[in-house]
């Protein structure tokens, strides 16, 4: 199994620019929780509680971060709940409505995402790696936070990694 430090240098060698890592910051938001509007499409009643689907996925990429580093899995929660709040809000519109907001906001960040690869010269991690897009917005966090001072020990580990990372062909 992968540490939480080899996960986050293989996201971090794709994000070396500062252009594209500030693209990222807007982009990253907007690609990862937009699939939750089409996914809380699908409702259902637990005990008297409207749930969907989109929560329970939420819920359960939480846990997986828990298992990776708790500092950054604690923070993304509270990012989380409110943006994960409004887009359950949205999957309950009128579905074209709905639509219409999923749709412009996946695309919007995509082009955002895309511009700051172009900065990079390189393709998104996701490319190689599909489980590097869940790895995003704790990557985000972690950069905040190393710019603050905060869990140094970690970036140095990361960086180091980073510095050994082999691309796939």
Same mark, same amino acid.
């Given at each position: 199994?992968?540490?939480?430090?080899?996960?986050?240098?293989?996201?971090?060698?794709?994000?070396?620019?500062?252009?594209?890592?500030?693209?990222?910051?807007?982009?990253?938001?907007?690609?990862?929780? *937009?699939?939750?509007?089409?996914?809380?499409?699908?409702?259902?009643?637990?005990?008297? @509680?409207?749930?969907?689907?989109?929560?329970? @996925?939420?819920?359960?990429?939480?846990?997986?971060?828990?298992?990776?580093?708790?500092?950054?899995? *604690?923070?993304?929660?509270?990012?989380?709940?409110?943006?994960?709040?409004?887009?359950?809000?949205? *999957?309950?519109?009128?579905?074209?409505?709905?639509?219409?907001?999923?749709?412009?906001?996946?695309?919007?960040?995509?082009?955002?995402?895309?511009?700051?690869?172009?900065?990079?010269?390189?393709?998104?991690?996701?490319?190689?790696?599909? @489980?590097?897009?869940?790895?995003?917005?704790?990557?985000?966090?972690?950069?905040? @936070?190393?710019?603050?001072?905060?869990?140094?020990?970690?970036?140095?580990?990361?960086?180091?990694?980073?510095?050994?990372?082999?691309?796939?062909?």
């Amino acid at each position: 199994m992968r540490t939480i430090e080899e996960r986050m240098a293989g996201y971090a060698a794709y994000h070396q620019n500062p252009k594209n890592k500030l693209t990222h910051f807007f982009g990253v938001p907007m690609v990862y929780y *937009s699939p939750l509007i089409p996914i809380g499409w699908i409702r259902f009643e637990l005990a008297g @509680l409207d749930l969907s689907l989109a929560w329970i @996925l939420f819920f359960i990429v939480i846990l997986w971060y828990f298992t990776l580093d708790i500092t950054l899995a *604690s923070i993304m929660t509270i990012i989380s709940i409110p943006i994960v709040t409004l887009c359950d809000n949205i *999957s309950k519109l009128p579905w074209q409505e709905s639509l219409t907001i999923f749709l412009l906001v996946k695309i919007i960040g995509w082009i955002i995402q895309l511009l700051g690869h172009y900065f990079e010269g390189r393709r998104p991690a996701l490319v190689d790696n599909l @489980l590097q897009a869940l790895m995003a917005p704790l990557f985000l966090i972690a950069e905040v @936070l190393f710019f603050f001072g905060i869990k140094k020990d970690f970036e140095q580990i990361v960086q180091k990694k980073v510095s050994e990372y082999k691309f796939p062909n």
